[in-house]
Antibody, heavy 122, light 108 residues
Framework: QVHLEQSGAEVKRPGSSVKVSCKAS????????IHWLRQAPGQGLEWMGG????????NFAQSFQGRVTITADESTSTAFMELGSLRSDDTAMYYC???????????????WGRGTLVTVSS | EIVLTQSPHTLSLSPGERATLSCRAS???????LAWYQQKPGQAPRLLIY???SRATGIPDRFSGSGSGTDFTLTIARLEPEDFAVFYC?????????FGGGTTVEIK
């Protein structure tokens, strides 16, 4: 049974950065892409980007290009998302999610983490 | 970027009724790569349907997906009390991956 465990809630100041982790267990971490999505309070889902750990291949939404870094550590089966230059409208629940198709950078998401709440406030 | 428009915004129905949710794309979705998710308050989304009409593992057969090109539908044959939630469509045929704005299915 695949499980994604995310790091805990964060409170950050505007202009700072946040790094969220997502530890996978039970699957084929190396070949299955992990993506990051977010959901602002009361709003819909927004895709940020993803990575195939085996190759380090990444794919990002243009709106986050240059501000987000997605990495993966195969030794610990953990993916990371770092978002910089935080603004108040980055306040959201951040989810990691798995693509179940090996080596597919772009697909649907069958397993989701429980989410990490990031609050940006001065 | 493919824009997905879901309708209606809210659907008020009673348990046992049939729910029909629409997702319209601004351009054709490649290979009908469209998924549907259900999200309940305080929970992460749950995958229901992928490739427009394939049910995900463990999803009851009262949930079905159909459509192609730019018009897709999620049907819930007979609503159970646990089905009331927000539903999102997502396309993965082209980058960026995009989601619809959601349809809330509420108890009438």
């Amino acid at each position: 049974q695949v499980h994604l465990e995310q790091s805990g809630a964060e409170v950050k100041r505007p202009g700072s950065s946040v790094k969220v982790s997502c530890k996978a267990s039970g699957g084929s971490f190396r070949s299955e892409a992990i993506h990051w999505l977010r959901q602002a309070p009361g709003q819909g889902l927004e895709w940020m980007g993803g990575i195939i750990p085996m190759f380090g291949t990444t794919n990002f939404a243009q709106s986050f290009q240059g501000r987000v870094t997605i990495t993966a550590d195969e030794s610990t089966s953990t993916a990371f998302m770092e978002l910089g230059s935080l603004r108040s409208d980055d306040t959201a629940m951040y989810y990691c999610a798995r693509v179940p198709i090996p080596l597919a950078i772009r697909a649907y998401f069958d397993i989701w983490g429980r989410g990490t709440l990031v609050t940006v406030s001065s | 970027e493919i824009v997905l428009t879901q309708s209606p915004h809210t659907l008020s129905l009673s348990p046992g009724e049939r729910a029909t949710l629409s997702c319209r794309a601004s351009q054709s979705v490649s290979s009908n790569y469209l998924a549907w998710y259900q999200q309940k308050p305080g929970q992460a989304p749950r995958l229901l349907i992928y490739d427009a009409s394939s049910r995900a593992t463990g999803i009851p057969d009262r949930f079905s997906g159909s459509g192609s090109g730019t018009d897709f539908t999620l049907t819930i044959a007979r609503l159970e009390p646990e089905d009331f939630a927000v539903f999102y469509c997502q396309q993965y045929g082209s980058s960026p991956l995009t989601f619809g704005g959601g349809t809330t299915v509420e108890i009438k």
